[in-house]
Structure formats: structure tokens, C-alpha cells
């Protein structure tokens, strides 16, 4: 079945620490994303990415990084510049953007915590 | 900024009862809208989306939605509501002048429906 995968389900980052988020796509899909989920606040865009090897930032991409080498896969670096990572995290994935009327898929998403 | 705003953050209802969610958005272009649907412990997916045409839409499991170009308004709703419809609900916008398939999501809107 074709799908997102996020790889951990549940992570936790101590003080000082990068964390990799790792998202991988077999839907053949152009662009992928990354959204941060708090409680009351929707979910909000961090980056994304509309082709291999080219990404722009969301509305809160500080403290975070990502890399597009492949098209299948989008991980997602939360850097110790971050202060406040303890969230939920989705990856999504559309059909060429050009097309905004596609639809984006989910994938299950990775709970980060601080310990 | 463009913006979502969802007015209910949390509504309940019995079993039957009518359901109404509402969303504005405040941007005065051409947009593509959708609602997300988010059950318990699964990922987000697609209730129904409006492009163009006909403002009433429908969706998956009985929902509709009305886009009111005057009142940028995309409301949802659900003649009769289930207990398997205890999900959280997200409205979400996309530019079209962006060329990208970026979504501005609303803060979300919890449904608890009663048995």
C-alpha cells in the first residue's frame, strides 16, 4: 500500500541535543512538508519541499533543518536551537505543487519529547 | 497574513443531533479549501475539499461543507452525527497565488459525540 511512513513513533531529546524525524513517501508524490501540531494552535508549517534538493521555510522554521536528496524522503532536524520541540510532528505529501488543488496525505506522525 | 480561524474549539453533542463547524479564512483571492478529520490514534485524512463549481460540497461518511465567497466562509456540516464521528476536525486553506501547495490550517475543533 502506498503511504507515509514516520519513523520514531515517540522520541525524546535531551538538553543540547539534534534529533533527526525521519518521513518516507511511495507515493511518487513532488512535494512533501513538515508540520508542528500543539494543542489549540492547528497545525503549522515548518518547511517544505516542492523538488529534490530544494526546500523553503514554513512560518516557524527557526530551529529546525531539513534536506530533500531524495524524492521519496524528507527528515527533519530539531537542533538545539529549538527551545520549545516538545510537540507533534506530520509529514504530508501532495502531487506537483503547481496543482494546489491536490490533496495532502499524512503520515502517522513522531511525538517528541525533553527529558 | 493570510488565516484560518475555527469558532468552535469543542463542541459536543448527543448521538443524532446536527452537527456545524465553522471556519472563516481571511484572504481576499482565489482559494482551495478542505477539511481534515483527525480520529483517535490515526493520522489525518481528507474529508472533503472545494476547488470550484457548485459551493455546496460533499465529503466522505455524510459530511458537506458550503463555501460563501461573501462571508469567506467553509462551514461544515453533518444532518446527523455518530458516535464514530469523536474526532478532531481542521479546516485548512491554500492559496492559489502561491503556486505552492502550502495549507494554512485553523486551530482545529474537537468533537466528542455522546452515545
Known amino acids: 500500500d502506498g503511504g507515509i511512513t514516520q519513523s520514531p513513533k515517540y522520541l525524546f531529546r535531551k538538553e543540547g541535543q539534534n534529533v533527526t524525524l525521519s518521513c518516507e513517501q511511495n507515493l511518487n508524490h513532488d512535494a512533501m512538508y513538515w508540520y508542528r501540531q500543539d494543542p489549540g494552535q492547528g497545525l503549522r508549517l515548518i518547511y517544505y519541499s516542492q523538488i529534490v534538493n530544494d526546500f523553503q521555510k514554513g512560518d516557524i522554521a527557526e530551529g529546525y533543518s531539513v534536506s530533500r536528496e531524495k524524492k521519496e524522503s524528507f527528515p527533519l532536524t530539531v537542533t538545539s536551537a529549538q527551545k520549545n520541540p516538545t510537540a507533534f510532528y506530520l509529514c504530508?505529501?501532495?502531487?506537483?505543487?503547481?496543482?494546489?488543488?491536490?490533496?495532502?496525505?499524512f503520515g502517522d506522525g513522531t511525538r517528541l519529547s525533553i527529558l | 497574513a493570510q488565516s484560518v480561524s475555527q469558532h468552535n474549539h469543542h463542541v459536543i453533542l448527543s448521538e443524532a443531533a446536527s452537527l456545524e463547524l465553522g471556519c472563516n479564512y481571511s484572504y481576499g483571492g482565489t482559494v482551495n479549501l478542505f477539511w481534515y478529520v483527525q480520529y483517535p490514534g490515526q493520522h489525518l485524512q481528507l474529508l472533503l475539499k472545494?476547488?470550484?463549481?457548485?459551493?455546496l460540497v460533499k465529503g466522505i461518511k455524510g459530511f458537506e461543507a458550503e463555501f460563501i465567497k461573501s462571508k469567506f466562509s467553509f462551514n461544515l456540516r453533518k444532518p446527523s452525527v455518530q458516535w464514530s464521528d469523536t474526532a478532531e476536525y481542521f479546516c485548512?486553506?491554500?492559496?492559489?497565488?502561491?503556486?505552492?501547495?502550502?495549507?494554512?490550517f485553523g486551530q482545529g475543533t474537537t468533537l466528542q459525540v455522546k452515545p
Open positions: 504530508a505529501s501532495s502531487m506537483f505543487v503547481s496543482y494546489s488543488n491536490q490533496p495532502q496525505h
Open positions: 472545494y476547488f470550484s463549481g457548485d459551493p
Open positions: 485548512a486553506v491554500n492559496v492559489v497565488s502561491s503556486n505552492t501547495g502550502k495549507l494554512i
